[in-house]
């Protein structure tokens, strides 16, 4: 008989469903157990897409034995950290204080019935290897220290409790924000770059697209040529490897290895709509093809694979297939000449490195592009057009036999946080290369957001098969209101603004510390043994910092110098702990930048297809701290800023810094000009 997890909206929770393990969801009823029957929880988090989940999920979970050990030994809960990122970041952090290192998922932690963990890891497998002890005997041996060992369990459990409220205590700083951090960050972020593949540091490798933007903006706005080279390096080198699927679009999690080549197959939302919005930005800044075909298939990838027919995006696609991971993927030598004629084989294998040995598991080879197209094409004595047109061929090819493989499963929950990222991601890209079908499947899926996760003044977390729930975090408030702003940039909509505005009251009413800054869950969220509140970057952007930036922004556009404050008082409750570490602080930091140098702001008004060719003009000359706002005539009822006469017959153009707008302009020459003054 399936146990309680088949009646929940997570997929991940779903897959356990048919275990012999007594799971339960987290929750009241679970929590009230403990507590009565004085018997200490086994927490699992995991996630759908998840590798090792699966792995000690077929090996322990899936074990009658196992299960019979853990369903008399514990209470048993499963949490999907896709859903319950607070439950996550706090036994994270929980593991990290007791262990010494860094977390994962599967993460394994031992509660006691108040919540407070009092022994974890991450990964363990069914009998003893990798230096692990074997699962069943090390439930037996925690069981064991929390029968006989109390005291001492419970002396450790305060000390725990200390440290964890200490890493998360607020306190007033009057520390006036500086440029000092900001240069900080830039100049350890030039130290740690690979200066041959990009990136950061070695194997594995993550995009860390929070990072990637600091720096981009950087190189763009400050002249930093050596941190402009690296990121477009980096960006360059992760668009030939494997972490970028070069037949399907979209980009995998991580790289295992230190040149971008063999990816942790699995791709997540969070990951591509980022990434989408930065090499549409790298596009801007370099006029590079290969940054526009980057996005070409990123954005097919989203709209084909990922955006469901109500409009939201799903969560993510699995790593594995038929049980191995990668199988979807990787390719033989034969498998790829079974598919493409001579000609087309012949450029590609040697693009594409199946000329070479295998890269994966020694016998299967994982596409890459090994070398340049416009070389290979010289060598085979072919005109460079036409061996573009063969590799298009190929791939294609490919892609439709790739097709009636077994596809890897898809995790088709909608996650507010995740859906705005990639909204803000695809709205970006659809204005920088004027393409509405990207629009539109921005606009669908925000709307399913509205129409589906905005319930009476409230956000949710959460969607899955007509069911929504869960109380939105900060991250979910805070990246909406970012993905609203870049959607008033491109398509400008009253009704846009109205829920900016009521996202941004919900903020600082539902999550402020009123020493600064956000707590991760709102005043009213269910009591936890912790209340997060964090502003260094994870896989994900800081929703403080993300926050403090879109807050400071439509302070700017409103006028209201509450957002203005709130985003202040933000900045400066993390300046200490920026400080002392500046490159985990990149979200921050920008909008530290953006406080200390108001973001210039220009206001369009006119007919919309004459303002369209003045928006292609910004596209070209760009500056990613610029607010672009292009209203058409006839649109009333704004805010004084952007209040503006439209032109009659033409387009009337503002420059405007803070409160303080130059004298309009009619002809682009003369915008451009005024942008090329310095700040006055």
């Not at 997890?5 to 403990?34: F, I």
């Not at 990434?275 to 990123?298: I, K, M, N, R």
């Not at 080879?365 to 085979?380: F, G, K, S, T």
């Not at 409103?558 to 409750?573: F, H, I, M, V």
Request: charged content about 25%; glycine content about 8%.
């Amino acid at each position: 008989m399936p146990n309680r997890l088949a009646d929940e909206t997570s997929p991940y929770l779903q897959q356990h469903a048919d275990n012999p393990v007594d799971w339960y969801p987290w929750g009241e009823e679970a929590l009230r157990r403990a507590r009565e029957e004085d018997k200490p929880i086994l927490l699992s988090i995991g996630y759908s897409a998840c590798h090792w989940c699966h792995v000690m999920a077929h090996e322990s979970f899936e074990d009658p034995d196992v299960a019979a050990a853990m369903n008399r030994l514990f209470v048993n809960v499963k949490v999907d950290r896709e859903e319950r990122p607070d439950i996550d970041q706090i036994y994270q952090s929980a593991h990290q204080a007791l262990t010494g290192r860094g977390g994962g998922w599967p993460l394994t932690m031992f509660l006691t019935p108040d919540q407070r963990p009092f022994f974890g890891g991450t990964y363990f497998p069914k009998t003893p290897r990798y230096n692990l002890p074997g699962f069943a005997d090390l439930c037996a041996q925690v069981e064991r220290v929390y029968r006989e060992q109390r005291q001492a369990v419970d002396a450790q459990n305060d000390q725990l409790q200390v440290v964890l409220e200490r890493a998360q205590a607020s306190s007033i700083d009057s520390s006036e924000p500086d440029q000092a951090p900001i240069e900080a960050a830039a100049t350890e972020l030039k130290r740690l770059f690979d200066p041959v593949h990009g990136g950061l540091g070695g194997a594995p490798k993550f995009p860390n697209p929070a990072i990637l933007e600091f720096c981009l903006r950087r190189g763009m706005t400050a002249g930093d040529d050596r941190l402009l080279s690296l990121v477009l390096l980096t960006l360059r080198e992760m668009a030939r490897g494997g972490i970028n699927d070069h037949l399907g679009g979209g980009f995998a999690r991580y790289s295992v290895d230190a040149t971008w080549t063999i990816p942790h197959f699995e791709k997540m939302l969070y990951d591509n709509g980022p990434l989408l919005g930065l090499y549409a930005q790298a596009w801007q800044a370099t006029g590079d093809p290969s940054f526009a075909q980057v996005c070409e298939h990123t954005a097919g990838w989203l709209t084909r694979e990922m955006q469901s027919p109500e409009g939201g995006f799903c969560s993510s696609l699995d790593a594995d297939s038929e049980h191995e991971e990668g199988r979807f993927y990787v390719w033989s030598r034969e498998q790829v000449s079974g598919v493409l004629d001579a000609t087309e084989y012949a450029l590609f294998a040697r693009v594409y490195g199946l000329d070479g040995a295998p890269n994966f598991e020694g016998r299967h080879w994982h596409l890459r592009i090994c070398r340049d197209q416009q070389d290979v094409a010289h060598e085979l004595g072919l005109d460079e057009a036409h061996a573009h047109r063969i590799l298009a061929s190929a791939r294609a090819k490919l892609l439709a036999s790739r097709e009636t493989r077994v596809r890897p499963a898809r995790d088709d929950k909608v996650l507010t946080s995740w859906n705005a990222l990639a909204i803000q991601g695809m709205v970006h890209a659809a204005r920088v290369f004027e393409r509405e079908d990207w629009l539109d499947s921005a606009r669908r899926a925000l709307a399913f957001v509205q129409r589906v996760l905005w319930r009476d003044g409230r956000l949710l977390a959460t969607s899955k098969d007509g069911t929504a729930h869960l109380n939105a975090y900060l991250d979910d408030h805070a990246f909406l209101l970012a993905a609203l702003l870049e959607m008033l940039q491109t398509d400008f909509d009253r009704m846009h603004l109205q829920f900016a505005t009521a996202l941004a009251d919900t903020l600082l009413a539902r999550f402020e510390d009123p020493n600064g800054g956000f707590y991760f869950t709102s005043h009213d969220h269910e009591q936890l043994m912790l209340r997060p509140r964090n502003g260094h970057d994870n896989a994900t952007p800081s929703g403080n910092g993300v926050a403090a930036t879109s807050l400071q922004r439509l302070g700017h556009l409103t006028g209201d110098p509450r957002y203005l404050s709130a985003a202040e008082r933000t900045l400066r409750a993390f300046q200490a702990q920026i400080a002392a570490q500046p490159s985990a602080f990149c979200s921050l930091l920008i909008a530290q930048e953006e406080w200390l140098r108001t973001p210039t702001m220009v206001i369009l008004r006119g007919d919309p297809s004459i303002m369209q060719t003045w928006r292609r003009v910004l596209v070209r000359a760009p500056d990613p701290a610029r607010i672009e706002m292009s209203i058409p005539a006839g649109v009333g009822d704004l805010p004084t800023i952007l209040d503006k006469p439209a032109g009659v017959g033409r387009v009337n153009a503002w420059v405007c810094r803070g409160v303080t707008c130059l004298t309009p302009v009619s002809e682009v020459s003369d915008l451009l000009e005024r942008l090329r003054e310095p700040p006055g």
